[in-house]
Each structure stands twice: as C-alpha cells, then as structure tokens.
C-alpha cells in the first residue's frame, strides 16, 4: 500500500464549477499536511497547509480528518488558471521534513 | 531575493555513466533536500542535508550520494546510471532540520540513454 493515495483523475471540469480532491495516508504518526499545484514541467508549489480545524483560503478550502487519514481539497469557482496537477503531501516525523507525496490529481478545468 | 536554484536544467547521460547535480538554497535557508520525479508520479525523496551532514535517507541505493558546502549550497551525485534513474531531480530548501515550508527548485531533467 502506497503511503499517500490520490485519485490520478483527470478531472475534467467546466469553468465555474466545484471540484473536490480525496487523498489518504497511511502513516497514523504524520504530523504535518499540505496540498502542493505542480504546473506541467514546472516545479510543485506549495499551495495550503491543512489543519485538523480545517482552512480555506479564497476559493480553496482543505480539510484534514485524523481519525480516518484522509485529507480534502474544495476548489469553488474554478478558473481555467486552476488547471494544474495537485499533489497531496504529508510530513511523516515531527522535528524532520522528510515529505512523502501522492503520485497528484490532475485537473484541467475548460471554458 | 533569490529563491532555489539548481543546474544544469536539462542533460542527458548514457547508462553507467555518473552524473552531479547543483543546488542553491534559498536566501536564508540551511537544509536542502532532494527529490526524485519519475513521469507521472510524485517526488519521491532521496535524501536531506543539514550542517553538512546527511540527515535522513529515502529508499535509494548507495549510488545516489551527496554533499552539502558551507554555503548551504548541495550536490546530488548518481553513479552508474541505469535507464530508471530518467527523471526530474528536484531540491528543495527550508529553514531549520524541522523547517516545515519547503522551497522546491525548478529541477534538473535528467535522461539516460
């Protein structure tokens, strides 16, 4: 079993719409979270921590759910911007920055 | 302010050879880490340096080595290459060995023939 899972998609989405991304980890030690956007060819960025209290920022909201391992990302009101593979990422040991990614979602949102 | 940078962007290798890899952290940062993007999948890490030392190591074999200067600055050193080792070598950087926010660098794609 792969130690973070994600739907591969491709999603593939109009503009305006809602789209949600699942992601597991298998680690129940994890201590950190995030979502990163990698464009095609381009680097990961990092897009939002995730907090067990949940967090949005402007049109993204992500959420983190200890108990079942499992994390989220709501896109709202996508953009033909969006369009990017999203890679959820968890950092397994507290006091390390060793993090482990999700093989990424990858979503192309179109007019 | 600079972010991470690394060289050369693009080479390309035949099997067995051996190949470096260069990376400078960004202003202010201490750690450099090292990551290695097959098509179509996630970075998967290699291995991390702080104060020169390394501090923790990924799932690769001894042929994937390195070092880190004084600077900061780091090398990615891959001996033998196989056909497998093809991929986007990314580094990022962060403050502190427990720095969450890594800084990724554009990468270094590397082909081996």
């Known amino acids: 079993r792969k130690e973070v899972e994600q739907d591969p998609g491709p999603f593939n989405v109009p503009e305006g719409a809602t789209v949600a991304f699942n992601c597991t980890y298998s680690?129940?030690?994890?201590?950190?979270f995030f979502w990163y956007r990698q464009d095609c060819r381009k680097e990961p960025k990092l897009l939002m921590s995730v907090y067990s209290s949940g967090n949005e920022d402007g049109r993204f909201t992500a959420q983190l759910n200890r108990a079942s391992q499992y994390i989220s990302l709501l896109i709202r009101d996508s953009k033909l911007s969006d369009s990017a593979t999203y890679l959820c990422?968890?950092?397994?040991?507290?006091?390390?920055?060793?993090?482990?990614f999700g093989a990424g979602t990858r979503l192309a949102v179109h007019p | 302010d600079a972010g991470v940078t690394q060289s050369p962007t693009h080479l390309i290798k035949t099997r067995g050879q051996q190949v470096t890899l260069r990376c400078s952290p960004k202003?202010?940062?201490?750690?450099v880490s090292w990551y290695q993007q097959a098509l179509g999948q996630g970075p998967q890490f290699i291995f991390q340096?702080?104060?020169?030392?390394?501090?923790q190591r990924g799932n690769f074999p001894d042929r994937f080595s390195g070092h880190q200067f004084p600077n900061y600055s780091s090398e990615l050193n891959v001996n033998a290459l196989l056909l497998g080792d093809s991929a986007l070598y990314l580094c990022?950087?962060?403050?502190?060995?427990?720095?969450?926010?890594?800084?990724f660098g554009p990468g270094t794609r590397l082909l081996v023939l």
């Open positions: 990022a950087s962060s403050q502190g060995q427990g720095g969450e926010t890594q800084y």
């Open positions: 202003s202010g940062h201490d750690t």
């Open positions: 340096y702080y104060e020169e030392e390394e501090r």
């Open positions: 990422v968890v950092n397994a040991q507290s006091g390390y920055n060793k993090l482990i």
């Open positions: 680690n129940s030690a994890s201590q950190s």
